[in-house]
């Protein structure tokens, strides 16, 4: 779902920047027309962009996953130790009887 939204949002904001270049630029530059190899260069570096983007996001993604792992593991193992405190107590107060 992130990884969907991200794409989306580099894509809509790769469209919007050239869209809002072609819209500033100077009549003289206006004439000029981009080259189909210039074109399919910035098309080339805006895809490498976004699979590096992709990269760091799933990269994150899976240090999240693992970070709540660790931490489920270390709530399971204080939960444990509570439990055998609780023991340990109600032992040595039957004890102390």
């Known amino acids: 779902m992130r990884l969907t939204q ?16 072609d819209q ?3 009549p003289s530059a206006a004439a000029t027309v981009k080259s189909p190899a210039t074109t399919q260069r910035q098309l080339v570096s805006h895809q490498a ?3 590096r983007l992709e990269r760091d996001l ?5 240090d999240s ?5 660790r931490l489920q593991q270390q709530d399971q ?3 444990e130790l509570q439990k055998q ?7 040595s107060a039957s004890d102390s009887r």
């Open 6 to 21: 991200l794409v989306v949002i580099i894509g809509f904001m790769i469209i919007s920047t050239a869209w809002a270049s």
């Open 24 to 26: 500033v630029t100077s």
């Open 49 to 51: 962009e976004v699979k």
């Open 58 to 62: 799933s990269r994150q993604e899976s």
């Open 65 to 69: 996953k693992r970070a709540s792992e």
């Open 77 to 79: 193992a204080i939960a």
């Open 85 to 91: 405190l609780h023991e340990l107590q109600v032992r």
